[in-house]
């Protein structure tokens, strides 16, 4: 798709050379600087002082060895974030202002940067070949951090140039030295690494492939010297963002969920971007549906405000980048996309400043148009199928949160950042939470071990009503582990997905068939409708659900009432009504604490867990829960 015909020699005669390539003013060209909006130029420069004088706190050994000794990854990566916001910073304000107050903390950024032993985060180290915790200075690896450092030191060279120059002639070339020795080298050399793609043996990609390869194509752009291993290297990224495109069906949809979009289709686009520019035009693929669509899928799985469809480990409530997303909009010609995007700028409360990268915040600065060209939007589709991952996405009118709000999926139980979640369903009423999906607690060793479904999270039985037979057999982790059977449609009328996913469970749970069709009747209820036939009969099955509603119990009816949760009460939930067979279960309420900051900042100090219980259960039978809009409580 990217690489086709795109041989290093064709890509040397259309890739502008590298002293030549002009993508954003640089701090000598002042008019450009000084016309920025007042409000980024007074918070850029703020952030800047605020940076000056930075003691660059350092990264010990026994840090970096928390994560093998403790499993504990944030401490470490807190103290390395705060070193690259700092130059990041100081970088952003020398050039706004162009005096030359912030060169001196540059140079010390830079060379305390270039000292680090290594530029990634522990968690990425292999440490069972390394033996002791430490990355291996004799075998340099290329993470998603070492990736991000090289590129802005890249950017950091581009902006300033020859005024580093004055505080010391050999800090470019410093740069220079250790990009070429920790990036350009290895990646040029190499195949091994799993986020390209090329070894056979590795696990699939996911987004550290258009991540990774986005600062790597930065870094080339911008630092390599040579023009025709500057070919090269572009030739090789090409052929890797080719894999990550791949394991995309032609409707978009990602399995790690709108979450991690940012650093996926968005990471693409980054791509896509940068050689666009740096081949005047000659790379231009945005005409393509599935690039396309792999954009649209952030306003697609758009649930309303900052709600997003939070299957694996995304989280419920997400910001995307306004101006991204807008400018991912315009270049495909989705101007519903577009029009998002310029919502999220309108719904920021810093009136779109980017976070994140200097490759993020540059074309927010000179690529984006003000004031926008499009009206802000949220589009709010009606329906959405993304065939590839199994994922449904409806609503009752299009444009409107009012209503009902269901989405579900298939799948199977390896996708990227997988949850054991088969079959898993999430309601949201007048666009606010009542059934919901928990999410992922903050990262730690055993996030990505074999001991990943020993956290709660991660389990089937805290996904909505996905069965757990007798003694606590739920669904298992594989890709063997699948639904089957697979049919969705869509009319004025309802939305259905219907999956058998007893292919989910492992032999032992005893499970033939279990048949789960989901429908929305729109403007009336959600209905799932449950036809199951086991080899065996367990003594119990229960099913469960989570919601941050209070919740009322009765016999045969559920009621999910409106309250506020989050920090500080900060958010307000939906409300709805859930019958289901009171002959058959028996309900019970659990409330679960969550002390996790992550999970907290989503949904407070705790979830409620409805619990079905049936004592008795059938070898083959139909259960069915239906789902309501409470009157009189809509928001």
Not at 38 to 56: F, I, K, P, S
Not at 227 to 244: M, N, P, Q, T, V
Request: negative net charge.
């Amino acid at each position: 798709m990217l690489s086709d015909g795109m041989t290093s020699a064709r890509l040397k005669e259309l890739l502008i050379p590298r002293s030549d390539w002009h993508p954003y003013p640089t701090v000598d060209e002042r008019d450009a600087w000084e016309v920025l909006p007042q409000h980024v130029r007074t918070d850029y420069l703020g952030r800047g002082e605020a940076a000056l004088g930075t003691e660059w706190p350092t990264l010990p050994a026994t840090l970096f060895l928390e994560f093998q000794r403790e499993g504990n990854r944030d401490r470490y990566e807190h103290v390395n974030h705060l070193r690259r916001l700092a130059l990041r910073d100081l970088v952003l304000a020398e050039a706004l202002e162009g005096q030359g107050r912030f060169l001196d903390d540059i140079v010390n950024g830079i060379w305390t940067t270039c000292e680090e032993t290594y530029w990634g985060y522990p968690a990425h180290v292999d440490v069972q070949r390394a033996g002791v915790g430490l990355p291996d200075v004799e075998e340099p690896t290329v993470d998603l951090f070492a990736a991000e450092t090289v590129a802005q030191l890249g950017w950091t060279l581009y902006l300033l140039g020859e005024r580093l120059d004055t505080v010391s002639p050999l800090v470019r070339r410093r740069v220079v030295v250790e990009a070429q020795r920790r990036v350009l080298d290895p990646c040029l050399a190499r195949d091994d690494f799993w986020w390209m793609g090329f070894d056979p043996g590795s696990h699939g990609v996911n987004n550290w492939n258009p991540w990774v390869n986005s600062n790597w194509l930065t870094a080339v752009l911008l630092l390599e010297e040579d023009e025709g291993r500057r070919a090269a290297a572009l030739a090789k990224i090409l052929r890797s963002l080719d894999i990550f495109v791949g394991t995309y069906a032609e409707s978009g949809g990602c399995d790690e969920g709108p979450g991690y979009w940012g650093r996926a289709a968005a990471s693409l686009f980054d791509c896509l971007d940068l050689l666009h520019s740096a081949t005047a035009g000659g790379m231009d693929v945005y005409d393509q549906p599935k690039i396309r669509n792999m954009g649209a899928f952030i306003y697609r799985t758009h649930i309303h405000d900052d709600y997003f469809v939070n299957f694996a480990d995304a989280s419920a409530v997400t910001h995307p980048t306004g101006s991204l997303v807008t400018r991912y909009g315009r270049a495909v010609g989705d101007a519903e996309m577009a029009s998002f995007g310029a919502w999220l700028i309108s719904d920021s409360d810093d009136r779109g400043l980017v976070e994140g990268s200097l490759g993020r915040i540059l074309p927010a600065l000179f690529d984006m148009p003000d004031p926008l060209e499009v009206a802000p939007a949220q589009p709010l589709p009606r329906d959405a199928w993304f065939d590839g991952i199994q994922v449904m996405v409806a609503r009752d009118v299009a444009g409107t949160a009012e209503g009902l709000f269901v989405a579900a999926k298939a799948g199977h139980n390896a996708e990227s950042h997988n949850h054991n979640d088969v079959g898993n369903v999430i309601v949201y009423s007048d666009g606010k939470p009542v059934i919901v999906d928990a999410g992922v607690e903050i990262y730690r060793r055993q996030t990505f071990s074999p001991q990943r479904y020993e956290i709660w999270t991660m389990q089937s039985a805290y996904h909505t009503l996905l069965p757990t037979l007798g003694e606590r057999i739920q669904q298992a982790p594989g890709r063997a582990f699948a639904a089957r059977d697979v049919a969705y449609e869509a009319d004025e009328r309802t939305a259905r997905l219907s999956l058998d996913f007893a292919g989910a469970y492992p032999a032992e749970a005893g499970v033939g068939r279990w048949q789960r069709t989901v429908t929305l009747v729109r403007g009336e209820e959600l209905v799932v409708e449950d036809v199951f036939e086991l080899r065996t009969t367990p003594p119990s099955v229960e099913l469960g659900l989570l919601t941050p509603c209070d919740v009322d119990l009765a016999s045969g009816s559920v009621t999910f009432r409106s309250t506020a949760f989050g920090r500080q009460g900060s958010r307000m939930t939906g409300a709805a009504v859930l019958t289901y067979e009171s002959e058959v279960f028996e309900a019970t309420l659990e409330r679960i604490s969550i002390g996790d900051a992550r999970l907290g900042g989503v949904w407070g100090d705790h979830l409620y867990r409805v619990c079905f219980v049936a004592t008795s259960p059938p070898r083959m039978g139909t259960w069915i829960w239906r789902v309501t809009a409470l009157p009189g409580e809509r928001a």
